[in-house]
């Protein structure tokens, strides 16, 4: 059974700090591709963030420059450091894992619950 715990979110002042994590069980983590996605009132679920098992990564073009995705196999867990927040990344973020990566990028068929992340005016 494969299980993805997310965690760090929480409500922080725009220009503010956060880092999410999401550990990993009952995959093979070191050869699986893994991702953040986030989920605002009312929109659509949308990709931002991805890392291959070489540790490739790709973010989409809003969080660029202000978040970082990163792996640590020996923990089977991946991290969301966002710095500079902004109101308009407030969303329920989830840890998305089996990706399949190409020319485009398609989420994998495991999610986490989600952790909210909250980003004041």
């Known amino acids: 059974q494969v299980l993805l715990v997310e965690s760090g979110g929480g409500l922080v002042q725009s220009g503010g700090s956060l880092r999410l994590s999401c550990v990993a069980s009952?995959?093979?983590?070191?050869?699986?591709?893994m991702g953040w996605y986030r989920q605002a009132p009312g929109k659509q679920r949308e990709f931002v963030a991805s890392?291959?098992?070489?540790?490739?990564?790709q973010h989409t073009d809003t969080v660029k420059g202000r978040f970082s995705i990163s792996r640590d196999n020996a923990k089977n867990t991946i991290y969301l450091q966002m710095n500079n927040l902004k109101p308009e990344d407030t969303a329920v973020y989830y840890c998305?894992?089996?990706?399949?990566?190409?020319?485009?990028?398609?989420?994998?068929?495991?999610w986490g619950q989600g952790t909210q992340v909250t980003v004041s005016s």
């Open positions: 009952g995959i093979a983590f070191t050869n699986t591709h």
């Open positions: 890392i291959t098992t070489t540790s490739r990564v």
């Open positions: 998305n894992a089996d990706l399949r990566i190409g020319t485009l990028t398609f989420p994998g068929d495991y």
